[in-house]
């Protein structure tokens, strides 16, 4: 059986002795999705900027959908936003045979910021990053190590950990998806969402603990014998000898080690990568076998993220922190590298 998400992992860096709160106020976690691309300004996807407070995304394409009559399936997205916060987001509204934008009635939860017609529907991680305005309140513990620790982020980026909402409010959604999907019976009656939620916990407890037991043999600063390599911002994976120019290319950020999320297919990695891989596979059996039965493909997903514009003020014994991260990079799991949040359910992502 899996152990608990979270528990154990490894971290590049020393983490300092820091606790604190977020999301003492909604005002206090601030999201803004960056699409990274304009839309074409003609076809029949209306896309809008919506800013929602205190809403879940699946909250609030439920009241779009009924103020304007859709089904929630013509409405698209690129990311889940999370709840206890002030977020702007794009949606997307397939409105075929429409000219004119529909009137949107006033919500006391969100507002519609902008609005352009595109040609194809907004689609789950098109978009290119997230900023955070966030504060964390309530410091305490030594501050001395917290600048450092900073920099050796901004330097060498941050291990790209799926972040604790992937586990469920109690931790146990693999747990949880062991018991139900090795049952066929149980497996059939699931629905699409759940059946979904699940084998990404799956497949995330496998990442993690990959990633972790990598940095636990010191490959963090430089790639591994054997990697396989995934350009930054990108899905395209390669596979090169280390060479000096694979190692620039490493140290600033244009590649990064690609590590499995793991289903059927030929793995890419080798030598010393590969033997880790398969180390952490074969101990988690119940995992990379079920993942096996239900026929899921292997992907892959890079073990570093970037802290883009990272900006840390101190002052009244609150944390200001700034920062831009890629899409599908979790802000707990950069948090979780120099302060203790406590975990809470809602610390990155829907709740």
């Given at each position: 059986m899996a152990s608990p998400p979270d528990q154990d992992l490894v971290f590049p860096y020393p983490k300092p002795a820091l606790t604190g709160v977020i999301k003492s106020d909604p005002e206090d976690f601030k999201v803004n999705e960056q699409l990274g691309f304009d839309p074409s300004g003609s076809g029949e996807h209306l896309f809008i900027q919506v800013e929602k407070r205190s809403l879940t995304t699946r909250q609030l394409i439920e009241h779009i959908a009924r103020d304007l009559d859709l089904s929630p399936r013509a409405i698209g997205y690129a990311g889940l936003k999370d709840k206890q916060a002030v977020t702007r987001q794009w949606l997307s509204l397939h409105l075929p045979g429409q000219r004119q934008p529909p009137v949107f009635s006033e919500h006391p939860a969100y507002r519609v910021l902008e609005r352009a017609w595109h040609d194809k529907k907004l689609r789950i991680g098109?978009?290119?990053?997230?900023?955070?305005?966030?504060?964390?309140?309530?410091i305490h513990g030594e501050l001395a190590q917290l600048p450092m620790i900073i920099e050796q982020i901004r330097q060498h980026g941050f291990a790209n950990y799926f972040g604790q909402q992937r586990f469920?409010?109690?931790?146990?959604?693999?747990?949880?998806?062991?018991?139900?999907?090795?049952?066929r019976r149980k497996r059939k009656r699931l629905a699409r969402d759940k059946r979904s939620l699940y084998i990404s916990a799956l497949r995330s407890e496998l990442f993690n603990r990959i990633l972790s037991r990598?940095?636990?043999q010191a490959s963090w600063l430089e790639p591994l014998q054997g990697d396989a390599f995934i350009l930054d911002g990108s899905h395209s994976i390669f596979t090169s000898a280390i060479d000096p120019d694979i190692c620039r290319r490493y140290r600033q950020f244009d590649i990064h080690s690609a590590i499995s999320l793991y289903g059927l297919g030929e793995a890419?990695?080798?030598?010393?990568?590969?033997?880790?891989?398969?180390?952490v596979i074969a101990d988690l059996m119940d995992i990379s076998r079920?993942?096996?039965?239900?026929?899921?493909?292997?992907?892959?997903?890079?073990?570093?993220?970037?802290?883009?514009h990272l900006k840390l003020d101190y002052r009244a014994n609150s944390l200001t922190m700034s920062v831009e991260l890629a899409a599908g990079s979790y802000l707990t799991s950069l948090l979780d590298h120099f302060i203790d949040t406590g975990k809470h359910p809602?610390?990155?992502?829907?709740?």
């Open positions: 098109v978009h290119r990053s997230n900023r955070f305005e966030v504060v964390i309140r309530d469920g409010q109690r931790g146990d959604n693999v747990t949880q998806a062991l018991q139900v999907l090795s049952n990598r940095i636990g890419r990695p080798s030598q010393q990568a590969l033997a880790i891989e398969q180390a079920l993942l096996e039965d239900l026929q899921i493909k292997r992907g892959y997903r890079a073990n570093r993220a970037v802290a883009r809602a610390a990155a992502g829907e709740a």
